[in-house]
């Protein structure tokens, strides 16, 4: 199964090895890809790296969240080690940090400030505003129109679509279940996708598998209303597993801990319940979890800091959005690793060719909140 999958560096894919030339079709946003980061020690040949101040500021979760926070700080840490660069860094702990924190960036003289997630935008669409000759990038928002902001987006939901699939096809009870953080965009797309796998494998398999926590059509379930407090993964975690859930799907940032710690619990009390990350993979940047863990759903965002860092150190600063898609390698389902036993030749067959067909379009996968 190695050759079906794509392996992402330490924080998420089904289907089809990616080489080194496929990663660099990560940018390509409307057009064609800017090339892919360079290697260690890229940036010597340019004498303006050393004078070059790349910058990142976290939302609530911070850069320890094994989670979207942690994946893109990596990829600046890359980037910086990469091209030579200098690095600062800024970790917010609530909402109330992301203007201070700006601000602090704004004062170091960053050329370009990376801001990690969509409760970032009206702060950083406020110091872009404020700071026109400096240069940003949000990841997970697309609202910030400005010369100087570049939006990084993903189309998450094709790869929760794989993730829903391969859980209905998994599941004993006949449930699985998903519940989010906060009802946003960037957490609801990921629901969405993983309900419509769940209707899909329905569909072709003449199956009746049950999605918990996630209604589709009308757009209302289960979410913790944070992502900061642990215990509340857990708590909903406990309420899906006690209704007979045993696939889930936690989207909310640090809650997964609390999801993966309340699958082990009911595992080691009997219970057979697996678990799904989300933003990295899972196995590599939560080992906790590894013997429950099913699959990841991924967005490749280590690899696309590190290019719009490359870029806007060779002048090539761009504020097109970026769009992660399953054909671009932006998004992906990771391995089944520990687990792939527990998935079926047959059932890895058709996860081969439903990829296939959401990236030709004879699959439509929809949500109200992917990117356009």
Not at 106 to 132: D, R, Y
Not at 206 to 234: D, H, P, R, Y
Request: hydrophobic share 40%; with cysteine.
């Amino acid at each position: 199964m190695k050759s079906l999958f794509l392996n992402t560096v330490r924080r998420g894919a089904i289907v089809g090895t990616v080489s080194a030339s496929a990663l660099a079709l990560l940018l390509s946003g409307c057009g064609a890809a800017p090339p892919a980061a360079g290697g260690s020690g890229t940036g010597s040949a340019n004498p303006a790296a050393a004078n070059y101040l790349n910058c990142i500021v976290s939302d609530s979760g911070g850069f320890d969240d094994q989670s979207f926070n942690q994946s893109s700080y990596e990829g600046l840490v890359k980037a910086t080690k990469d091209l030579g660069t200098k690095m600062k860094e800024a970790q917010s702990t609530s909402t109330s940090d992301f203007v201070p924190n700006l601000s602090q960036m704004a004062s170091a003289g960053c050329n370009l400030t990376i801001t990690v997630g969509f409760l970032l935008a009206e702060a950083t669409a406020s110091a872009a505003k404020a700071n026109p000759d400096l240069h940003y990038a949000i990841i997970d928002d697309n609202s910030i129109k400005a010369p100087n902001v570049k939006p990084v987006v993903y189309d998450t939901a094709q790869a929760a679509f794989l993730a829903g699939y391969a859980a209905a096809a998994v599941s004993k009870t006949g449930k699985v279940g998903t519940f989010g953080g906060i009802n946003i965009p960037t957490v609801t797309i990921f629901m969405d996708g993983f309900a419509d796998g769940v209707a899909y494998y329905n569909e072709k398999q003449g199956k009746k598998v049950q999605l918990l926590g996630w209604n589709a059509a009308t757009q209302q379930g289960s979410f913790a209303n944070t992502f900061e407090i642990i215990q509340e993964g857990t708590k909903i975690t406990n309420n899906l597993i006690s209704e007979g859930a045993d696939v889930i799907m936690p989207v909310a940032g640090p809650l997964g801990k609390g999801a993966g710690d309340a699958i082990l619990a009911a595992n080691k009390g009997g219970k057979d319940v697996k678990l799904v990350w989300v933003d990295s993979d899972g196995f590599l940047s939560a080992p906790t979890y590894k013997s429950i863990l099913l699959t990841s759903v991924i967005k490749t965002m280590g690899e696309a800091v590190e290019t719009i860092v490359k870029d806007d150190l060779n002048g090539k600063f761009d504020p097109a959005p970026y769009i992660g898609t399953l054909d671009n390698a932006g998004v992906a389902l990771a391995p089944f690793h520990d687990l792939d036993s527990s998935v079926s030749a047959d059932t890895k067959s058709q996860l081969d060719a439903i990829k296939k067909g959401i990236i030709d379009g004879s699959i439509k996968v929809e949500s109200k909140a992917s990117p356009k």
